[in-house]
């Protein structure tokens, strides 16, 4: 939990010395870093050890322990330090990265603090919007809840501009009324010019019976009556006298 405290603080230090930033080489960066008054610089390292006996950098593969190597070099601005335990020539465990940017020496924070700042933030920006959205809430049996921004005079002129365009994107959309008259006449002359298909029901009902069906029609009739023989209908004369007139006493 120290160790982790510690951490946290020296991603909040920064550290620099006027009198060596503008000699800042890939030469001379390493010898900037190890300066005693670095709070990144550990002075129990291995870089300590070959300093004091005056070795060069190349011993530090041979030895084992806490080390300082230049990682990454982008001249003129910045460079890039690591931190790593040396266990033999060839393999090293990395521990922390720090870069150099303008002669300012930083901390370079791990992906778990970037993941937690970014997740933190997150979280409060969210409540905060949250918090406002809610003070605009407004609710009444009647009409359930609705959104008041008058107390907000950007929110209401915003609020307001949007009916606005809104009405007038709606109005734009619609047309005049000579458009939508030009656009009838052109709807109907296509539709004088190009007739939509009529379906075949209803072709079968207009269309009239062929000449051929009209004779079988007429010849089954004939047949029925010589089957049947002629109907024997009797017409009995009707009277067609007036009533006998009543004489006047």
């Not at 870089?47 to 990682?71: A, C, D, F, K, S």
């Not at 931190?83 to 521990?95: D, F, G, L, V, Y």
């Not at 009838?184 to 539709?191: I, P, Q, R």
Request: glycine fraction near 4%; hydrophobic fraction near 35%; proline fraction near 8%.
């Amino acid at each position: 939990m120290a160790s982790r405290q510690m951490t946290n603080d020296h991603l909040r230090l920064s550290w620099h010395d006027t009198q060596m930033m503008a000699t800042l080489s890939p030469q001379s960066v390493m010898d900037y870093f190890c300066r005693k008054s670095n709070p990144f610089y550990d002075h129990m390292c291995n870089n300590e050890t070959v300093r004091m006996q005056r070795l060069g950098p190349e011993h530090l593969h041979n030895m084992i322990g806490l080390e300082y190597i230049l990682l990454h070099v982008a001249e003129p601005i910045l460079y890039v330090i690591r931190k790593q335990h040396r266990h033999n020539p060839s393999e090293a465990t990395p521990i922390a990265d720090y870069y150099i940017i303008g002669g300012t020496v930083y901390k370079a924070p791990d992906l778990a603090n970037v993941i937690n700042a970014r997740i933190l933030n997150t979280v409060v920006n969210l409540q905060s919007a949250f918090e406002e959205a809610s003070s605009y809430a407004r609710y009444h049996p009647n009409k359930g809840y609705t959104w008041d921004f008058s107390s907000n005079k950007v929110l209401s002129d915003k609020s307001k501009s949007d009916k606005k365009d809104a009405n007038s994107a709606k109005d734009e959309n619609s047309g005049t009324l000579f458009q939508k008259q030009r656009v009838d006449m052109l709807l109907a002359e296509l539709l004088r010019k190009f007739p939509p298909p009529i379906p075949p029901m209803l072709q079968n009902l207009q269309q009239p019976p062929p000449a051929g069906d009209e004779l079988n029609a007429a010849g089954n009739a004939s047949e029925m009556n010589s089957a049947t023989g002629p109907l024997d209908i009797k017409t009995e004369g009707v009277d067609m006298k007036p009533p006998p007139e009543k004489k006047s006493k």
